[in-house]
């Protein structure tokens, strides 16, 4: 079956250093995307990961393991507009289209 | 100003009473899709539509329909809502569905309750 598993809730400082993991299984992997979403506006496109290594934006990072089915978000230097969630989203292709499974997000608190 | 647009952002409605949450963007996206976003569950893809005229059932498509008939507009249909529809509804688009690092833009959201 498809499933993305992300820790639920987190806590950093502002100033240090956050990474978020994401695990999933899926037969028809096609690139795996990070979104932000404050709470109660619309997700953002933050990060966008289909071979293995790791993209960097920034302040933000992301790394890709295919082999692991495994992922990680890397925020630097945290300010507290950084507190919102973290979504992690794979798209598949198993049957063919181009469908997108979302994990249930982490929520980023950052502490001044 | 690019966007996707979605009306209404909030409806409170009653069982049984058909309704249509509409869906536009003005990027000649390929690509649309349509969430609801529950607590504890996420973001889940009710449909999708690769271009226009063709649409796909994503994992939770009971009790909605869709159509594509313009490349822009991409409406969600629910026949005949019932309280477990309750829920934050997104829309979204892409340049295309290839793989390519095209994100998903997604409109402000559309808040339902079904009573």
């Known amino acids: ?112 | 100003e690019a966007q996707v647009t979605q009306n209404p952002r909030y409806l409170i409605t009653v069982t049984g009473k058909k309704l249509t949450v509409t869906c536009s963007q003005n990027m000649n996206h390929e690509y649309m899709s349509w969430y609801r976003q529950d607590p504890g569950l996420g973001l889940r893809q009710i449909y999708y539509s690769m271009n226009v005229e063709v649409t796909d059932k994503g994992d939770v498509p009971e009790g909605y329909k869709v159509s594509r008939k313009e490349k822009r507009n991409f409406p969600l249909i629910l026949e005949s809502p019932s309280p477990n529809q309750t829920s934050l509804y997104f829309c979204a688009s892409s340049l295309a569905a290839e793989p390519y690092s095209y994100e998903q833009y997604f409109g402000p959201g559309t808040r339902l309750t079904v009573t």
């Open chain 1, 1 to 112: 079956g498809q499933n993305i598993d992300q820790p639920t809730e987190m806590t950093a400082t502002e100033g240090a250093i956050v990474q978020i993991n994401c695990t999933y299984q899926t037969s028809g992997f096609n690139g795996l995307f990070w979104y932000q979403q404050h709470a109660g506006e619309a997700p953002t496109f933050l990060s966008y990961n289909v071979l293995d290594g790791l993209e960097e934006k920034g302040r933000f990072s992301s790394f890709l393991s295919r082999s692991k089915g495994y992922s990680y978000l890397l925020l630097k230097e945290l300010q507290m507009k950084d507190s919102a969630s973290y979504l992690c989203a794979v798209r598949d292709s198993t049957s063919g289209t181009y469908k997108y499974i979302f994990g249930t997000g982490t929520r980023l608190k950052v502490l001044a």
